[in-house]
């Protein structure tokens, strides 16, 4: 812990000393220096090549002048002392004129922002509309915007993300990146919620960090995805409302409203959506005995239900040109339900049926967030230098019911006992998550090709659950704890980081290096029947990263880049609690440690005058104690009858090799139709020979994704999408291939064209599923897993919104006062 505070402590005295030295310097008596920024008063852009004239105060002759840089920044080094009349104008702006006194004891002057207004009367008629690309791509990541995408409106993340290239989402909602495991962020923050639970209305682009610098969480095998929210900062009042249906039950509603003056923004949101389907699953199992070989025959049919609401009000303060202080407090609600019928057949050597059996499986799941985020950003007067601090405070609470029955019967349709006795029980739990963040990252540009970057941060989560299971006694009629499906658990972790990078320029040739160093620790516990409890404390761990790009003529790029990662176990990873249905069984391992891996990608990015984009990328991934599920035979007692179960759980293995290509290709095919396309092939070799001898599984694996947009007359706009994964390999087996195809139809109404309606049609041909093939010592099982996903969506928004005719009138009021004041 020393360590981590005296690191901690250096960093932040090294900030110190850099914000010291960047202070101006003390001029020579007799001159001085002025220096600020001009940005346009809406949108707070820079405006470049701006007329900025500084006269003498006293005869209004011109003293000197420039043009503003592209990054809107002015600067007067070597002036005499003395008053003068700074004149700022510009085509399209209202002139600005500024009173400006340099003494002997402010020789050094920061004017600050200058906020140009514009000249409503020489713009009048004038229309200026143009989209964000569908994709950008920077030196440690890739952009990808989906705000337009219409086949996620009214859905949740999940579906955002299937959308995206390099990212695969299962029928579970399971997000892999390159086939590894990213971390998930909103807000370039970690979060306590799903992806089940953002609505993909709310979010504005989806950042994709296959390979973090040392800025970002060192957690995540294959990377980052950060999901960034839509944020409307428009003058005046504006908002959007939204609502629509779907063809397998509930809907979806929202409401966004955005109040902005000259030193505040509220904002205040809400959605509402809600899902009703079906779902049903099958399993079937070869059990291999010492003398005799069974099988087993399960069926799983019923429906499942979501509900999920989504608050949030922001508040942001500009207090002055500099410093702008941000809170904004979220509130979001789930309800899950699932709830199947069972039957299940006992098959002999010749797969003839014995006995079968039925009974139910239910659960409900409902959880409470809450999340506060408060945050303070200053910008020096260099253009990039600036100093943000945030801190994110998260809690959920949780409650969980589950009912569970078996009764065999003979082929005769009479109620047997032998070998198995009826089951019956009942589950209730609650838990907590307390989630809290506190971050401070500072930025310097040295010079104009180059700049610093640091930070510290610290993170504590604390999970609290407790679950009784309570089961039949039929030789009593009573119910009774039921431990082997009970737990009472605790678990807590720190982590503290701190991080350093240097990057520039040298030509065309562009280079970022850095190092972060991570400290964590865990403590967990277990009361049921008996207490047992781990306490694991990490040293510091280093995870440098390098980048190196070279820019050439005929705007194409090459990039070479390198970091060290962790994949630390998670919450339910750890939790020792059992999970058992039928004659199938997981749980956690309160045994595993974190997996580390050392990630290299070579990426070239071409761009065929701006219609035709290449993005080829060459990466290797060696994991050392790659975390994997493993499988195995065991008997589980349950309600005092030992049952024979295939168990799952997760494990440390040797290594994990993963080396692959990747092929991101968006083309222009004619005015108004583009085609974007990703394809992903990777060889991937898993080592467990430390868990059962001679255990290994290597295979050839590739994913591809097809997105088409294409603008139609009449304002509308046509979307297709298609999506294939082959098998995945397991240690134990495979996971079979996959596909899916959407279409999406998109119209906007009216003069402003603020009313748009769409209608989407996910998984076309209702091909998305899960299957699953697993082999061990005893057992050989094929698991099939659907739920409804094909599904019509039709959504309707309309956006609102009225300029701040008062604010534009005291704006303009403002103006003529300094016209006049400069008038001599």
């Known amino acids: 812990m020393q360590k981590i505070v005296s690191l901690c402590l250096g960093m932040m005295l090294t900030f110190l000393s850099i914000v010291h030295a960047q202070q101006p310097g003390q001029?020579?008596?007799?001159?001085?220096?002025?220096?600020?920024?001009?940005?346009?008063?809406?949108?707070?852009?820079?405006?470049?090549?701006?007329?900025?004239?500084?006269?003498?105060?006293?005869?209004?002759?011109?003293?000197?002048?420039?043009?503003?840089?592209?990054?809107?920044?002015?600067?007067?080094?070597?002036?005499?002392?003395?008053?003068?009349?700074?004149?700022?104008?510009?085509?399209?702006?209202?002139?600005?004129?500024?009173?400006?006194?340099?003494?002997?004891?402010?020789?050094?002057?920061?004017?600050?922002?200058?906020?140009?207004?514009?000249n409503v009367r020489s713009l009048a008629g004038v229309e200026i509309v143009s989209e964000k690309p569908s994709f950008q791509m920077a030196i440690d990541k890739r952009v990808f915007n989906v705000d337009k995408n219409i086949s996620n409106v009214g859905g949740t993340a999940t579906d955002v993300l299937k959308q995206v290239p390099s990212v695969n989402v299962d029928i579970d909602g399971n997000v892999s990146v390159r086939n590894g495991s990213p971390t998930i962020f909103v807000d370039g923050r970690p979060t306590t919620l799903t992806l089940d639970q953002i609505p993909a209305d709310a979010i504005a682009s989806v950042e994709v960090v296959t390979n973090p610098s040392a800025k970002y969480d060192a957690e995540g095998v294959s990377g980052i995805l950060n999901i960034v929210l839509k944020k409307n900062r428009k003058a005046g009042i504006n908002g959007q409302v939204t609502g629509g249906l779907s063809s397998i039950g509930g809907g979806n509603v929202g409401a966004d409203l955005n109040i902005r003056r000259e030193k505040y923004n509220l904002s205040l949101s809400y959605n509402l959506r809600s899902r009703q389907g079906n779902a049903r699953s099958h399993l079937f199992r070869k059990n291999i005995g010492a003398d005799t070989t069974t099988f087993l025959d399960q069926y799983n049919e019923g429906e499942n239900g979501r509900r999920f609401q989504f608050g949030r009000v922001g508040f942001d303060w500009f207090m002055d040109n500099r410093n702008t202080f941000t809170i904004a407090q979220g509130i979001m609600a789930g309800d899950f339900k699932d709830n199947s019928d069972l039957t299940l057949y006992d098959l002999d050597a010749n797969r003839n049926q014995v006995r079968y059996g039925t009974g139910i499986d239910n659960s409900n799941h409902n959880f409470r967030n809450y999340s506060t985020q408060i945050g303070y950003k200053h910008t020096f007067a260099k253009q990039g230098h600036e100093l943000t601090a945030d801190f994110n405070y998260n809690y959920a609470t949780s409650k969980d019911n589950s009912d569970y029955s078996l009764q065999y019967y003979?082929?005769?349709?009479?109620?047997?006992?032998?070998?198995?006795?009826?089951?019956?029980?009942?589950?209730?739990?609650?838990?907590?998550?307390?989630y809290i963040t506190g971050q401070i990252d500072y930025v310097n540009p040295l010079t104009e090709n180059s700049k610093i970057e640091a930070g510290l941060r610290t993170t504590t989560r604390k999970f609290n659950n407790e679950l009784t299971t309570m089961g039949r006694d039929f030789t009593t009629g009573r119910d009774v704890l039921d431990s082997s499906l009970s737990n009472d658990y605790r678990y807590s972790e720190t982590i503290n980081a701190a991080y350093a990078s240097y990057s520039g320029t040298i030509g065309n040739f562009g280079y970022q290096g850095g190092l972060r160093a991570e400290q964590s620790f865990y403590d967990g516990e277990t009361r049921v029947l008996s207490k047992s409890s781990y306490k694991i404390d990490y040293p510091i761990s280093f995870f440098p990263s390098l980048f190196l790009s070279q820019k050439f003529k005929g705007d194409h790029e090459l990039?070479?880049?390198?970091?060290?990662?962790?994949?630390?176990?998670?919450?339910?990873?750890?939790?020792?609690?059992?999970?058992?249905?039928?004659?199938?069984?997981?749980?956690?391992?309160p045994a595993l440690r974190p997996e580390f891996t050392n990630s290299f990608e070579l990426s070239y990015l071409k761009d065929f005058n701006r219609k035709h984009n290449v993005l080829v990328s060459l990466y290797f991934r060696n994991t050392e104690k790659a975390i994997t599920d493993f499988y195995t035979d065991t008997t589980l007692n349950i309600n005092g009858q030992d049952q024979k179960v295939v168990l799952s759980y997760p494990v440390n293995a040797n290594t994990r090799n993963a080396y692959g290509a990747e092929f991101t290709v968006r083309n222009q095919i004619m005015k108004g139709w583009d085609i974007t396309t990703n394809l992903n092939l990777a060889q991937q070799k898993i080592n467990a020979g430390n868990l059962q001898s001679n255990l290994t599984n290597q295979g050839f694996i590739w994913f591809g994704k097809v997105n088409s947009n294409t603008k139609l007359p009449w304002n509308t706009t046509l979307q297709l999408t298609g999506n294939y994964e082959s098998k995945q390999i397991l240690p134990q087996g495979e996971r079979a291939a996959q596909y899916s195809a959407d279409v999406a139809l998109r119209r906007e109404f009216l003069k402003k064209k603020n009313l748009v309606v769409s209608l989407a049609l996910n998984d076309i041909f209702n091909t998305d599923r899960n299957l699953s093939f697993t082999n061990t010592a005893f057992s050989e099982q094929e698991r099939y897993r659907k739920r409804a996903t094909r599904e019509l969506r039709l959504n309707v928004s309309y956006r609102f919104g009225k300029m701040d005719t008062k604010e534009r009138k005291n704006g303009k009021k403002q103006d003529q006062q300094e016209n006049n004041q400069g008038e001599f």
């Open 410 to 434: 003979s082929l005769g349709h009479q109620p047997i006992d032998s070998p198995n006795i009826p089951q019956a029980r009942y589950g209730r739990g609650a838990g907590n998550t307390t």
């Open 559 to 589: 990039q070479l880049n390198y970091s060290r990662r962790v994949r630390r176990p998670w919450f339910r990873d750890l939790l020792p609690n059992l999970e058992y249905t039928a004659q199938s069984a997981n749980r956690g391992n």
């Open 27 to 118: 001029k020579p008596a007799e001159n001085g220096s002025l220096y600020g920024k001009l940005v346009d008063a809406t949108t707070n852009a820079p405006v470049e090549y701006a007329s900025v004239a500084l006269l003498r105060a006293a005869d209004s002759s011109v003293a000197t002048g420039m043009l503003s840089k592209p990054n809107g920044d002015f600067n007067f080094p070597e002036i005499p002392l003395g008053k003068y009349i700074m004149k700022v104008n510009f085509i399209g702006y209202g002139t600005v004129y500024k009173t400006i006194s340099i003494t002997g004891k402010n020789n050094s002057v920061d004017i600050g922002n200058i906020k140009l207004s514009a």
